[in-house]
């Protein structure tokens, strides 16, 4: 085949298209209008102008992303691809404008058409393909291999709807479906000719081949088609541009049907319908159904595709099979895409014929696995039944690994079957269940936690007898968040004090902001630095009063918890304490309390109903406290709704104190809490998941600790928690929850809160009373320190100063370094 050389020349740098300045930008917003949208400008809506200017971008991106692709379809190298169900990736225009670092020339072409930058970035629907940290973290960690210049592709579902919008309708959450489609999305690239087939259902067939091998087919009950569908995923002030790839579930058509055979035409009608279901609706956590047969279908779905993708670059690239694990790296984002295990086993050994020891040593190359929780509860496991009837043949796949692998054990721990039952694929115990972190681990060539005190608990807990197995699969890479869009885009206040006082280069190597250092006593820096911090708090409390009506003031101590509403992150406890005040101030004890506003954000799974309680527990309180006239504004309390990338981006910025109060031993890193700190914001919090990390950077004299350690937390539990004892020795806590169960914060009726008063004094498993006493406490230092200003600033200074660690650069080095081996890859382009 002959091959065209790629124009590595921009397409003229005067051009509408690629030229950077102002008047390019201008002349390139005007072409898009026409010709992308056919809209004549005296017409044209705001959000007309928002396609217009992302169009323009877009095409500043794309010369880079095709170079990017080019060079990575023509040398020799290896693939990262991070297989994730969720990529949280946030409204892109801005962070697009700052990473080609042409923001300030977008404005003004802006402005010249007479419409302003930042209403348009606000009209960006953000894709909200994701729950939380997890869907987070992906989308830092593309931000950073690109900017790192490693060769990566991002694989996971386009979800038509994401998680749902939450609003609050008389202090209740009501979840609104999330339509981030209805108006287009300028980013993504639809590639039909990139497409695979994915089986589901029917059963397997075994036979001989010419040569006499044994071999299987699958024979499925229906056929799925998925769609790739790109988006780009541009470095900051570097060429590579990578490939976020979503896939989009599609009918097949009757053509491929005859291909198939599958069946009569109105059969094949309802097969088009359960199709086109398939990426539909992103599944929310915590949901006590989440174990459903669509949710599994979409986990296969999505890896399939991922792992054909892979199989065909391999093939265009001209390479042998058995060179899979040298061109890709696959890092599976928890178990989501841990079928990948057993799907690698089934391209390589039933569609290409590689022998079973072959196709077990290049998966295991291959793969490598990220644990996120320790909660019994939320590690992944699917009934047989419904496993069989979904995907007959890699149940059969994974049985094989299974009896192989308990061979293994039985052979090292000979006459141990407790152990060999432990450690089996198929939990055995109840319903028979598979077991995915067990397939992931047995699968990977290294398994991580992302704190250090949860790979030290994933190797004493979860995955113990595999830890004893195999030491040196296991390792911790504890989480990092991106600074360009947690720093730069959302705190440019903050940005440019850093820029003229540690140089421009913090954005990249976030460890120089420990020059700050010097500067934490500096009295007219501190004053430089409460006046950025002062005036993002006048911009959230300008936001908080247009969509809460809550009057708040900025000089107001900002004490914000964001985050899901869990009962591990103990937003209850929060609201404990702020009843505790409450009635502190309404006793007229004004020692030692400082003004505060309480805010919080964050959705509750739509069947969880305690979460759901706790959403209505800090309304409640809200309603009472801000209508008490008698506070004269001392205490605020908001609960800001639809807690989202696009929200985080001014809340962090706007915080002075960071909550992060889960019980220890549940949250496995938290990704929030280095947010915060990066802002300037001071933690309180427990010694639990990444936090640790935090107060060991920012020295334990500038973070508020409280509470019981993870191994305290382990020994309540096992000598039997008893929550009245910690009421009856406390008589505000006892004042506290009587309150509550009095109807004091719902209009009088005693019923809507029984179940979290009674779970709180019988039945937490998260020890909230049991820590009461030491968060109020701690609280109360927290107040102390906030009245001495310098004090205060100089602590803020200091942990925005020894945040370097927590950037996704230095997470993403290490997984390069330590558990892909890969190296940056440099994109020429010509720039004519
Ligand atoms: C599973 C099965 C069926 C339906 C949904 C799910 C599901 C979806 C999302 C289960 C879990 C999640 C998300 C988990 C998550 O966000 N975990 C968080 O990951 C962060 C990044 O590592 C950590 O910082 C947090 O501590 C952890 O809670």
């Not at 080609?100 to 930058?117: V, Y």
């Not at 069989?388 to 721990?413: A, D």
């Not at 209850?572 to 009843?579: E, K, P, Q, R, T």
């Amino acid at each position: 085949m002959a091959t065209v050389a790629f124009p590595t020349k921009l397409p003229g740098t005067d051009s509408a298209r690629s030229a950077m300045d102002a008047d390019a930008l201008r002349r390139g917003v005007l072409d898009n209008l026409i010709c992308l949208q056919a809209r004549p400008p005296a017409i044209a809506t705001p959000h007309d102008w928002y396609m217009a200017l992302a169009y323009s971008v877009r095409d500043r991106m794309l010369a880079r992303w095709a170079a990017t692709i080019q060079t990575y379809a023509a040398q020799e190298l290896r693939v990262a691809c991070y297989l994730s169900a969720e990529f949280l990736i946030g409204p892109q225009l801005g962070n697009n404008l700052v990473n080609l670092g042409i923001e300030d020339n977008a404005r003004a072409a802006m402005q010249s058409l007479g419409q302003d930058l930042d209403s348009l970035l606000a009209l960006e629907e953000e894709p909200g393909l994701g729950n939380g940290g997890l869907g987070r973290l992906a989308a830092c960690y593309l931000d950073s291999l690109a900017t790192l210049e490693i060769p990566s592709v991002g694989y996971g579902i386009r979800y038509e709807f994401g998680i749902f919008d939450q609003e609050i309708h008389n202090g209740c959450q009501v979840e609104v479906t999330d339509k981030w489609l209805q108006k287009g999305n300028p980013w993504e690239i639809v590639r039909p000719n990139v497409a695979y087939y994915v089986a589901f259902g029917g059963h397997a067939e075994s036979g001989v081949d010419e040569q006499g091998r044994y071999t299987v087919r699958w024979m499925p009950a229906r056929m799925v088609k998925g769609v790739a569908c790109d988006t780009p995923m541009l470095g900051f002030r570097v060429n590579t541009c990578n490939t976020l790839r979503l896939w989009k579930s599609e009918a097949i058509e009757s053509f491929d049907l005859q291909d198939f055979n599958a069946g009569d035409y109105y059969q094949a009608v309802q097969e088009k319908v359960i199709s086109e279901t398939l990426s539909k609706v992103l599944y929310p956590n915590d949901e006590p159904e989440a174990g459903k047969r669509l949710r599994l279908a979409q986990q296969y779905f999505f890896v399939s595709c991922s792992l054909q993708d892979m199989l065909r670059l391999l093939d265009l690239k001209g390479e042998p099979i058995a060179r899979f694990a040298d061109m890709f790296t696959v890092q599976l984002n928890d178990t989501h895409p841990s079928i990948a295990v057993a799907e690698l086993m089934r391209l390589l050994v039933d569609v290409r014929s590689v022998p079973w020891d072959d196709a077990w040593a290049t998966t295991c190359r291959a793969l490598a696995y990220t644990n996120h929780t320790l909660l019994p509860e939320a590690l992944e496991t699917w009934g047989l039944p419904l496993f069989s009837s979904l995907l007959p043949r890699p149940l059969e796949i994974i049985y094989e690994i299974n009896r192989r692998f308990l061979e293994l054990v039985r052979r090292k721990y000979p006459g141990d079957e407790a152990r060999v039952a432990r450690m089996s694929l198929i939990d055995e115990s109840g319903e028979k269940r598979v077991r995915m972190a067990h397939l992931s681990t047995i699968g990977s060539h290294a398994v991580n936690g992302v704190a250090q005190l949860h790979s030290t608990l994933l190797r004493q807990t979860v995955l113990r007898d595999f830890a004893e197995l195999w030491p040196e699969r296991f390792l911790n890479v504890t989480n990092g968040v991106t600074p360009r869009r947690f720093m730069l885009l959302s705190n440019p206040g903050l940005a440019s004090l850093l820029d003229e006082t540690v140089g421009k280069g913090w954005v990249t190597d976030l460890t120089r902001l420990r020059t700050l250092e010097a500067f934490a006593d500096n009295l007219a820096f501190q004053q430089k630095w409460r006046d950025v911090k002062l005036a993002n708090k006048k911009m959230l409390a300008e936001r908080i009063g247009h969509v809460t009506r809550i009057a708040v003031d900025p000089d107001a101590l900002f004490d914000i918890q964001v985050k899901r509403i869990h009962e591990y992150k103990r937003q209850h406890l929060n609201a404990l304490y702020i009843i505790t005040l409450y009635q502190r101030l309404r006793r007229n004890i004004e020692q030692g309390v400082v003004p505060r506003c309480f805010i919080f954000g964050g959705k509750a799974a739509p069947g969880y109903a305690m979460a759901k309680l706790m959403i209505r527990l800090i309304t409640g309180i809200a309603e009472v406290v801000n209508n008490d006239a008698s506070m004269k504004g001392r205490l605020k309390v908001v609960f800001y709704p639809d807690f989202n990338v696009k929200n985080a981006h001014f809340i962090y910025p706007a915080a002075d104190l960071s909550e992060q109060i889960s019980t220890a031993g549940k949250e496995a890193s938290g990704t929030g809490n280095m947010k915060f700190m990066m802002n300037g914001a001071l933690t309180i919090g427990t010694l639990d998941g990444a936090n640790i990390e935090i107060r060991d950077e920012a020295g334990s004299d500038n973070f508020f600790l409280f509470g019981l350690t993870a191994s305290q937390v382990d020994s309540v539990k096992r000598e039997g928690y008893r929550p009245a004892v910690h009421v009856e020795r406390n008589e505000e806590l006892r004042e506290t929850l009587g309150l509550i169960a009095d109807g004091y914060f719902s209009r009088g009726d005693r019923q809507v809160f029984r179940p979290l008063v009674d779970n709180l004094l019988n039945a937490d498993p998260f020890l909230v009373l049991a820590d009461y006493a030491d968060y109020v406490a701690c609280q109360e230092r927290v107040s102390s320190a906030w009245q001495d200003p310098v004090r205060w600033t100089r602590m803020s200074i200091l942990n925005t100063a020894r945040s370097g660690k927590f950037s996704s650069d230095r997470a993403i080095g290490e997984y390069c370094e330590r558990i892909w081996t890969i190296s940056p890859v440099r994109i020429a382009l010509d720039r004519g």
